[in-house]
């Protein structure tokens, strides 16, 4: 195996969610809490009760959100306050995921804090005992990718998976739907399933390709239609076709 495939291997052994939560437990060190919803917060501080770990920061998306009173030992603040809290948590727990997570994390992480996705130790474990069952056959897809950074993109995605930290997915460089190699070009056909806004579909078309764009939600249908008149209609035929 390659010395980067081990040195995985060897890292997973000091950054598992369990050897993770139990230091953060022994050692008490400050955790926080990033809720867009309050009332989810009994929830979690149950979680960290259940776990013994020590909840220093309890931050909502909004001043207006601080409708309770916070427990001894826990800093109350808006997520435009997270930068006065001192000591600042070693990690961000989140109750919600995909998206929202995203939105965040660079924030959190530009303020050494990084961003835990609770998706329970039973997973996380479980997802460790596939991967070592199934080394042989992970490292051989390992080889198989073309370049560095798609091998990179790889391990830290099996990574992320047994870790629990959102900080250690690795995230494409590129913006989103142009990727280099799948850049679309003039007279290209491009079918955008799902369209939403229209929004890919319109940057697609100004790139010269022909695109066909299908919406079933009535209201994102009529911002698609909107946004193809707006910014690529006019004299010259629509490069843009909608379709409910």
Same mark, same amino acid.
């Given at each position: 195996m390659t010395s980067d495939f081990i040195k995985m291997l060897a890292d997973w052994r000091e950054s598992m969610y369990s050897q993770t939560m139990k230091y953060l437990a022994d050692k008490k060190i400050p955790c926080g809490a990033f809720l867009n919803d309050a009332s989810k917060l009994q929830m979690m501080r149950s979680f960290f009760k259940g776990r013994?770990?020590?909840?220093?920061?309890?931050?909502?998306?909004?001043?207006?959100?601080?409708?309770?009173?916070?427990?001894?030992?826990?800093?109350l603040v808006a997520l435009s306050e997270f930068r006065t809290v001192e000591p600042k948590p070693k990690f961000m727990f989140v109750s919600e995921g995909g998206f929202f997570q995203l939105m965040f994390m660079d924030y959190f992480k530009a303020r050494g804090t990084k961003m835990f996705f609770n998706n329970g130790r039973a997973n996380a474990e479980n997802t460790y005992d596939l991967y070592m069952k199934n080394l042989p056959a992970l490292y051989e897809v390992h080889e198989l990718l073309a370049d560095e950074e798609s091998k990179i993109a790889f391990r830290a995605y099996m990574t992320a998976r047994v870790t629990n930290v959102l900080n250690d997915f690795r995230f494409a460089p590129e913006p989103q739907y142009f990727l280099e190699g799948?850049?679309?070009?003039?007279?290209?056909?491009?079918?955008?399933?799902?369209?939403?806004?229209?929004?890919?579909? %319109?940057?697609?078309?100004?790139? +010269? /390709?022909?695109?066909?764009?299908?919406?079933?939600? *009535?209201?994102?249908?009529?911002?698609?239609?909107?946004? %193809?008149?707006?910014?690529?209609? +006019? /004299?010259?035929?629509?490069?843009?076709?909608?379709? *409910?």
């Open positions: 013994g770990l020590n909840l220093s920061c309890i931050c909502l998306l909004n001043d207006a959100d601080k409708k309770f009173e916070p427990e001894d030992g826990e800093q799948f850049f679309p070009e003039k007279d290209d056909i491009a079918i955008d399933g799902g369209a939403f806004d229209g929004a890919t579909s %319109a940057d697609f078309a100004k790139q +010269g /390709a022909q695109v066909y764009a299908f919406e079933m939600n *009535a209201d994102n249908y009529k911002n698609c239609l909107n946004r %193809a008149e707006k910014e690529i209609g +006019g /004299a010259a035929p629509l490069p843009l076709k909608i379709s *409910a």
